[in-house]
């Protein structure tokens, strides 16, 4: 969009925000009762909603595996989550990329061979799009896993980034989803190591590693407000229990 | 069916190998298989094989009406299709993950990148654009399919010719392509996709893994570049974690790789626009005086429209109209075969309607 000013002279982004900030992350967990962990994460005005059902006995013999469990994640975007009221089909092709991404990252971060033959339920829905879905997904699903009490080797951090006048900004609305290219980091939060890579548009080469490094420290700011919310979330249920602490 | 899992025998081989930085094929660790691409006669197929990998790609092209939120673009469309030839581990029919995932790395790397100018192939705004489809088909998976799908999609868009549009006013006049010579489509730079192949948890990595290899691997990472060491698509899989300088080496490799399987590209389609103008020197263009041979009866072009069409006598018992020499099956005497000449009469303005006489040899034909 010509006439978008994405970068305003003062540095400012168009919704106020310097380039390293993120939007206002704000989660609860256990949001459902009927599956075995959930969570309801918002990125600003994206707002996602995850469930995690496992493990249980694997309903997919194809894809059962003797030593491991296997992780089944589903994504959808309600077709109210965008400005224009729009049907998207189940099996459709972008649907089916975000779900093999998220299966992908969390088949790393879950501990899976302590479940062999049975499988692990993840769903996605996205409320309300304003950009960043992927990352704003596996953040939600990675506190519903945690919910539902699936050991992890880590808690699994995701952030997006993109270039913007030479400049890498984090955690891009819809505005700027189309300002440049758009990279989708998810890091394992203490080692910081990188699970999922995802690029969409061109970039120069010489460009990488800043987007790179800005994506990581990204990553690591979110894990800092996950574990937050994780802690608050503990305390909040030990308090209804009477347990005291 | 599903794949059956290597035997321990087999997953050690590999592994032992990768570790004393040794290849199955005798290759060293950066370096791909033999690629090559073939043209086909017709625009825009063409068939790339890399090692034991093959893969086929069309491109087709049709006038569409354009989708309300972008009226002024045309359509691109990328489809992957593995077939059961390819491996007994794909099923038919269904869509499996990996042939949406190789879609959708089709899509980002050249639709998401811009490789293709979308604008020029707009007619006229909100009412006809084309409608460009890449359809891929996989006929022998061996191991790096990425590679393949989009070296051969890259190939086949830049061999394709769509035909020649004319608009004047509000009339649309798609041209066939004997009127006028089909038009490229405009191919701002050529993304390959390189698959890079991590083992023992990140510790060692190899280009271009063949189907023995990916099997065995830890985590992949494809990386898509153009010539021009722009990234365009970045996508990670499998179960290692990998860290930032890992993927920046990632690039830097796949830079070089991309490099020499552009040059090789480039010099495919070169030879080929080099072989199409020889073959169409030889076609001289038919002037309305000139005698057309008897072997070789010439088809007259539509604008320069003669009253009737001469038919050349070939053999006893065969004549013959327009393209095409003697028949190559009749090879002697057939009193049986019906003795016929046909004449052409044929209205010189519309040129559709053709009325035909047949006669006997000998005859003379009626006007």
Redesign the interface.
């Known amino acids: 969009m010509a006439g978008v000013e994405y970068l305003s002279p003062e540095g400012l982004r168009v919704d106020g925000r310097r380039p390293p900030e993120l939007r206002k992350v704000q989660a609860r967990l256990g949001v459902f009762q009927q599956s075995d962990g959930s969570a309801y994460l918002e990125h600003g005005n994206t707002k996602v909603l995850a469930t995690v059902n496992g493990p249980h006995e694997s309903t997919n013999w194809?894809r059962a595996s003797n030593d491991s469990a296997f992780v089944n994640c589903q994504f959808s975007m309600a077709t109210f989550s965008t400005g224009e009221r729009r049907r998207r089909p189940k099996?459709d092709?972008?649907s089916?990329?975000m779900s093999?991404f998220m299966q992908?990252t969390f088949?790393?971060a879950i501990l899976t061979h302590l479940y062999p033959r049975s499988q692990i339920d993840i769903y996605v829905q996205i409320l309300q799009a304003d950009g960043g879905h992927l990352a704003a997904c596996i953040n939600a699903a990675s506190l519903a896993v945690m919910n539902a009490g699936i050991p992890m080797k880590d808690l699994v951090c995701a952030c997006s980034t993109t270039l913007v006048e030479e400049t890498a900004i984090l955690d891009v609305n819809y505005l700027e989803e189309s300002a440049g290219?758009l990279?989708t980091m998810a890091?394992?939060a203490q080692?910081g190591?990188?699970?999922?890579?995802?690029?969409?548009?061109?970039?120069?080469?010489?460009h990488?590693?800043a987007l790179?490094?800005a994506g990581?420290k990204g990553c690591k700011d979110v894990s800092v407000l996950m574990n937050g919310f994780l802690r608050s979330h503990v305390t909040d249920q030990l308090a209804i229990q009477g347990i005291p602490q | 069916m599903k794949d059956p899992p290597s035997s321990k025998n087999e997953r050690q081989f590999v592994l032992k190998a990768i570790e004393e930085r040794k290849r199955l094929d005798g290759r060293g660790i950066y370096d791909y298989r033999e690629i090559s691409v073939n043209l086909g006669q017709e625009r825009g197929h063409v068939e790339v094989a890399i090692g034991n990998t093959r893969v086929l790609c069309q491109v087709s092209g049709e006038v569409v009406k354009p989708p309300a939120n972008r009226p002024t673009d045309g359509l691109l469309f990328f489809n992957v299709e593995l077939s059961p030839m390819a491996s007994a581990s794909f099923e038919p029919g269904r869509s499996s993950p990996m042939a949406v995932q190789l879609s959708r790395f089709l899509e980002h790397a050249l639709k998401d990148s811009r490789a293709v100018d979308t604008e020029s192939l707009c007619i006229v705004a909100d009412e006809k654009v084309w409608s460009i489809r890449v359809d891929v088909h996989v006929l022998d998976h061996c191991g790096g399919l990425a590679t393949a799908c989009s070296v051969a999609a890259v190939v086949a868009l830049s061999h394709f010719r769509r035909p020649d549009v004319s608009v004047v006013g509000e009339e649309v006049t798609v041209h066939s392509l004997q009127d006028r010579e089909p038009v490229p489509l405009n191919i701002y730079h050529m993304p390959i996709c390189v698959v890079v192949g991590f083992f023992h948890d990140g510790k060692y990595l190899i280009i271009d893994p063949t189907w023995q290899e990916e099997r065995e691997m830890d985590g992949s990472l494809t990386v898509g570049m153009n010539v021009h060491r722009e990234v365009c698509l970045l996508s990670t899989s499998g179960k290692v974690p990998l860290s930032i300088e890992q993927i920046l080496r990632c690039t830097q490799m796949a830079s070089v790789k991309v490099a020499e399987i552009t040059e090789l590209i480039k010099k495919v389609l070169s030879g080929d626009s080099v072989q199409k103008k020889a073959t169409r020197a030889d076609i001289a263009p038919v002037g309305m005086d000139t005698e057309p041979s008897t072997s070789r009866p010439v088809k007259k072009k539509k604008k320069k429209a003669s009253k009737h069409a001469d038919v050349s006598i070939i053999g006893t018992n065969t004549g013959g109209i327009g393209l095409g020499g003697a028949s190559a099956w009749s090879d002697g005497d057939d009193a049986d075969k019906p003795k016929a000449v046909a004449s052409v009469a044929t209205d010189s303005d519309s040129g559709d309607e053709v009325t035909m006489v047949l006669n006997d040899v000998g005859f003379k034909s009626s006007r």
């Open positions: 194809s099996g092709k972008r089916t990329e093999h992908d088949e790393k290219p990279i890091v394992l080692s190591s990188i699970i999922l890579t995802q690029m969409e548009r061109r970039l120069h080469m010489d990488l590693p790179l490094e990581a």
